[in-house]
């Protein structure tokens, strides 16, 4: 069973960055997909960015193509979402979740993913 746990997040001004970080644990980092989610308030849940391993291939939501780049430390067991360009709209909870390998890792809302972070809060406001 994989633990996840995020950190990172916190309240920055438009136009700054941040990085996020998910931290697992409990299972080998292999052949599995780990993905970036955010929910706003009275919003849906939608994916962000995606990693897979062992091919390191990654998926973008449109929203964030350009300035976001997810990455992955293997020795650290670690994914990171360097987060640039920070917009209002960006504003939301940020959860990390684990699902089994595939070629292409999935976004959408999050439904195929097995195991979830608790979530670190990102604000975007000045």
């Known amino acids: 069973q994989l633990q996840l746990v995020e950190s990172g997040g916190g309240l920055v001004q438009p136009g700054k960055s941040l990085r996020l970080s998910c931290a697992a644990s409990?299972?080998?980092?292999?052949?599995?997909?780990i993905g970036w989610f955010r929910q706003a308030p009275g919003k849906e849940r939608e994916g962000v960015s995606c990693?897979?391993?062992?091919?390191?291939?990654?998926n973008y939501a449109d929203s964030v193509k350009g300035r976001f780049t997810i990455s992955a430390d293997n020795a650290k067991k670690t994914v990171y979402l360097q987060m640039n360009s920070l917009k209002p709209e960006d504003t939301a909870s940020y959860y990390c979740?684990?699902?089994?390998?595939?070629?292409?890792?999935?976004?959408?809302?999050?439904?195929?993913?097995?195991?979830w972070g608790q979530g670190t809060q990102v604000t975007v406001s000045t």
């Open positions: 990693i897979s391993f062992p091919t390191g291939r990654t």
């Open positions: 409990g299972s080998p980092f292999n052949n599995v997909n």
């Open positions: 979740a684990a699902t089994g390998f595939t070629s292409l890792c999935d976004l959408g809302r999050g439904t195929t993913y097995v195991y």
